[in-house]
């Protein structure tokens, strides 16, 4: 009996060790990761294909459209796309730091063909994960080596593009601020912006965007570029240069890259990222370039090596087929020559758009406000100026969609829209 009883037992508490094992192998080990908030970007974007309003248009998307509001590849990659097809070339894996050619010529690009630097062999690069990749590269290697007064923190511009922060904090670094927006002139905060650089530490990391400003499509004149380098200078900063829209913002490469090359020759040992998204199209391919700029060769190589430390363990080597179309494109005299003329294509429909834009709200619609900021800034976005609560009327009374910080794509106006959305702009601004 005895033994009876004690069997039962110690099946009964078998089975409630079982149950328990059970329970908690049904938990998810998962189960306290927290909701993440949603992208502000793809939010826009899900509300506005929700949207059933024939005249409905999308402002929120950073990527480039034709008159049609349709994707547009350019003649140029297409060509290219043909030349590495028929050469049926091998899909193997390339160097850490990617395809040899595609980075100098991409280099060339950004320093100039007759860079002392380049010539010098004092540029350091890296093929990347487009530009976010080659900030995040840059990031980690600041967070690794650099030993300047100013620490480990970086600073940004107020506003800057929404994903710099997430990336160098990831990368370990610090984030900072600096005054670079006016709110009330809808402009640069030049004074603020140099005040504030002065009042940094000494030898501080600062971003600079090169030119088209994102979000706000404002930049500094080359005058104003050139007391910011001397500014730098006196400072001992260390700028890092983020170079999204290279030839994008004014059709000229080489006018875009003014503020780069400036610095270069002034002596500064720069850091920047290069991206072939927007001036060639190549979203999807995710085609940047990391690059820094060293004291001398021997510096060069002993950088190099740990930019390939840096990059094995995090994705081993960067993709083939993105850096064969540029190599193609801007190594290939007809086909560079091509692509000059569709990317001054790209950015003088931008501008008539502003162009066209800002008419409407003065000339067909009489706006009484202050509407010339939409043509004096530059590239994909423009900063309207309107507020949250008018951001809100034109999503809901006129199916217009934009974020909440009244930031617009240019690219999403078209002549086919563009009296719509003057209409609907001066309608929620005109109180």
């Known amino acids: 009996m005895f033994r009876l009883a004690a069997s039962s037992a110690y099946k009964a508490s078998s089975l409630r060790s079982l149950n328990m094992t059970i329970t908690a192998r049904s938990v998810s080990q998962w189960a306290k990761v927290p909701q993440g908030p949603p992208d502000p970007i793809l939010g ?11 005249k409905k248009i999308n402002l929120g998307v950073g990527a480039y459209r034709d008159d049609n509001n349709k994707p547009y590849v350019l003649e140029c990659v297409k060509k290219a796309e043909k030349i590495i097809y028929t050469a049926a070339q091998d899909k193997e894996y390339l160097g850490i730091t990617g395809l040899a050619a595609y980075n100098q010529l991409a280099a060339e690009l950004a320093y100039g063909e007759n860079s002392a630097a380049l010539k010098e062999g004092r540029v350091v690069t890296a093929q990347s994960l487009s530009g976010t990749g080659a ?14 007064q100013g620490g480990k923190k970086i600073y940004l511009p107020t506003p800057s593009w929404g994903n710099h922060g997430n990336i160098f904090r990831d990368s370990k670094l610090e984030v900072g601020n600096y005054r670079y927006y006016d709110k009330k002139n809808i402009g640069l905060d030049f004074a603020g912006m140099k005040e504030d650089l002065v009042n940094l530490p000494n030898e501080s990391i600062v971003i600079l965007h090169a030119c088209a ?18 500014i730098f200078k006196k400072k001992g900063h260390v700028a ?6 290279q030839g994008f913002a004014s059709g000229d490469p080489s006018k875009d890259a003014f503020a780069v090359r400036h610095f270069v020759d002034e002596g500064h040992k720069i850091l920047m990222s290069q991206s072939f998204s927007k001036n060639l199209g190549l979203y999807g391919e995710r ?15 002993r950088v190099d090596s740990q930019i390939k430390i840096l990059v094995r363990p995090m994705y081993s080597n960067p993709p083939l087929s993105g850096p064969r179309i540029v190599k193609e494109v801007l190594g290939n005299p007809e086909l560079k020559a091509e692509w000059h003329g569709e990317v001054k294509a790209m950015a003088d429909r ?9 008419n409407h709200l003065e000339k067909t619609y009489g706006s009484k406000k202050n509407w010339s900021h939409i043509t004096s800034q530059i590239g994909m976005f423009a900063f309207t100026g309107l507020s949250p ?10 199916s217009v969609y934009l974020t909440n910080d009244g930031r617009i794509s240019i690219a999403g106006i078209t002549s086919g829209n563009v009296k719509y959305l003057a209409e609907a702009i001066h309608n929620v601004s005109k109180d």
Not at 44 to 54: G, I, L, M, S
């Open 44 to 54: 826009v974007t899900e509300a506005f294909r929700a949207d059933k309003n024939p």
């Open 135 to 148: 900030l995040r590269i840059g990031g980690e290697f600041l967070a690794r080596w650099y030993n300047g």
């Open 213 to 230: 400003h994102n979000p706000t499509g404002v930049d500094p004149t080359e005058a104003q570029w050139r007391e910011l380098s001397d």
């Open 240 to 245: 890092f240069f983020d170079m999204a829209y």
């Open 287 to 301: 085609v940047g370039l990391f690059s820094i700029v060293v004291a001398d060769t021997e510096e060069a190589k």
């Open 350 to 358: 931008i501008i008539s758009m502003r162009a066209e834009l800002r």
């Open 389 to 398: 609560e008018q951001v809100a009327r034109l999503k809901s009374e006129f």
